[in-house]
C-alpha cells in the first residue's frame, strides 16, 4: 500500500489516536476494532492490528494481537514495514516476560537486537528542496530545519517516496521553484525516527537520514503538486504537531 492519509484505515486509526489524546481509550479502542473489520488487505490489516493490541488488558491477548500483527508484516515483506520489526518483536518479548516464559522473551529481544540496524531499502531515493542544484552537488548536513528555523539539523534527509519528496519541497523555506532532486547517500543510512514506530508502525513513507552528503544524480519532474489549500493544510498540521526533533 502507498501510504496516504486519506486511505480509509489510516483516516479512522488518526480519529482513534485524536481520542486517545482526549482520554476516551474505551472509543478508541472501538474505533481501532472498526478500522481493523474495514480493513482490505494486509497492509492495511497491518496497521489496523498494531493499535488493537496496545488496548489489550491481558497480556496473553496481547501477544496474540502481536503475532497476527508480525504474520502480517513478514507476508507484505516491504521495506515500509520491516522497519516495525524491531519493535513487533520487542513487544513480544515483553508478553513473554509477562507470562513467565524468559526462554521465548530472550530470543524475540535477540531478533529485536538483530533487526534494529537493518536497511534494504534499494531506492532510487530522492529528496525535495528549493535550492538550484546541479548533477553531481551534494547535500549535507548542517541546514536549517523548515520546522524548527533555529534548529540546526544533523542529518540530511531523503526517502524512497517521490511523491513525498515533492510534498518537502513544497514546504521547503525559500521561493525558488520546487525541486526533487534523485539522490544517492555517500554513507551510512537510517531510518528517520522522526516517522518511524511514531504515528504508525514501521516507516510507512520510507524517509531516511544520513550523516553523510547525498549525492545528486538526477532530477525527477513527474510528481504530485500541491493545491494551494492543501499546502496551507499541511502547514497548519505541522504548526499544530511540531513538537521535539530527533535530530
Known amino acids: ?21 482526549a482520554g476516551g481509550m474505551a472509543e ?11 480493513a482490505a488487505d494486509d497492509s492495511e490489516k497491518f496497521i489496523a492490528a498494531h493499535y488493537v493490541a496496545r ?17 502480517l508484516a513478514l507476508a507484505i515483506n516491504d521495506d ?17 516476560d509477562e507470562l513467565g516464559a524468559p526462554d521465548k522473551a530472550k530470543e524475540y529481544r535477540a531478533l529485536a537486537t538483530s533487526f534494529r540496524d537493518f536497511f ?56 525558488g521553484r520546487e525541486r526533487v532532486y534523485v539522490v544517492e ?7 528517520d525516527p522522526n516517522v518511524t514506530n511514531n504515528k504508525f508502525p514501521g516507516n510507512p513513507t520510507r524517509s ?9 544524480v538526477g532530477e525527477a519532474t513527474d510528481w504530485a503538486r500541491q493545491s494551494p489549500n492543501d499546502l496551507q493544510e499541511w502547514r497548519a498540521k505541522l504548526a499544530k504537531g511540531s513538537g521535539k526533533i530527533v535530530n
Not at 500500500?1 to 489524546?21: G, I, R, T
Open 28 to 38: 478508541a479502542k472501538a474505533l481501532f476494532m472498526v478500522a481493523w473489520n474495514e
Open 208 to 216: 531516511y537520514r544520513s550523516r553523510e552528503p547525498l549525492k545528486i
Open 120 to 175: 534494504s531499502d534499494p531506492g532510487p531515493f530522492y529528496h525535495g528542496t528549493k535550492a538550484d542544484l546541479r548533477v553531481g552537488d551534494l547535500l549535507t548536513p548542517g541546514g536549517a530545519s523548515n520546522y524548527q528555523p533555529d534548529l540546526r539539523m544533523n542529518h540530511i534527509y531523503f526517502t524512497s517516496r517521490v511523491h513525498g519528496a515533492g510534498l518537502a519541497a513544497s514546504l521547503a523555506k525559500g521561493d
Open 185 to 191: 547517500p555517500t554513507g551510512a543510512v537510517e531510518n
Open 55 to 71: 488496548h489489550q488488558e491481558s497480556a496473553s491477548a496481547r501477544l496474540e494481537w502481536l503475532e497476527t500483527d508480525l504474520r
Open 1 to 21: 500500500m502507498e501510504f496516504s492519509p486519506n486511505n480509509k484505515v489510516v483516516k479512522l486509526c488518526l480519529q482513534a489516536m485524536e481520542l486517545e489524546s
Open 80 to 96: 515500509s514495514v520491516r522497519s516495525a520489526l524491531p519493535l513487533l518483536y520487542a513487544r513480544i518479548a515483553e508478553c513473554h
